[in-house]
């Protein structure tokens, strides 16, 4: 079973959704790094960076979102697995496969977030973060979940 990174309800504070959004993407990319199980650790890892500027609300806001995408991650994966055609959870990119996750448990599971709201920022993030290539690959993926 998964152990959490931590509880709590959701509010938001200082970040905007975006911001917010990027920090679940960098703490849910982790998971290719780390057990589920070391999550806890990774996630006090990360909120005690100097970089990080969470305030005590995204934080809150942060950890309960990755929360629910980790306790969804298998469910996650074999949806991304039978949509992805010609491409398996193995083949793809880390950092496109994590914000396929994130953008996935966000169409599926996410009622306050509009579909086209998760693959705008899915592809946002891969043009930040991916290869050239990344934004269209997530972009097309996704559009098989709509």
Request: hydrophobic share 40%; charged share 35%; with cysteine.
């Amino acid at each position: 079973m998964f152990f959490l990174c931590c509880g709590g309800r959701i509010t938001g504070d200082k970040m905007g959704r975006r911001e917010q959004r990027e920090q679940i993407f960098k703490l849910l990319f982790r998971v290719e790094f780390n057990t589920i199980e070391e999550m806890p650790e990774q996630c006090r890892l990360f909120f005690e960076d100097e970089e990080n500027t969470a305030s005590a609300g995204d934080e809150e806001y942060i950890r309960e979102k990755l929360n629910r995408i980790l306790e969804k991650l298998p469910e996650i994966d074999q949806m991304i697995s039978t949509t992805a055609k010609g491409w398996t959870i193995d083949r793809m990119g880390k950092v496109e496969l994590t914000i396929i996750r994130l953008a996935v448990y966000e169409i599926r599971f996410d009622e306050n977030i509009p579909d086209s709201v998760a693959i705008n920022e899915a592809v946002e993030l891969a043009k930040k973060f991916g290869q050239d290539e990344s934004s269209g690959f997530v972009n097309g993926v996704l559009a098989r979940f709509v």
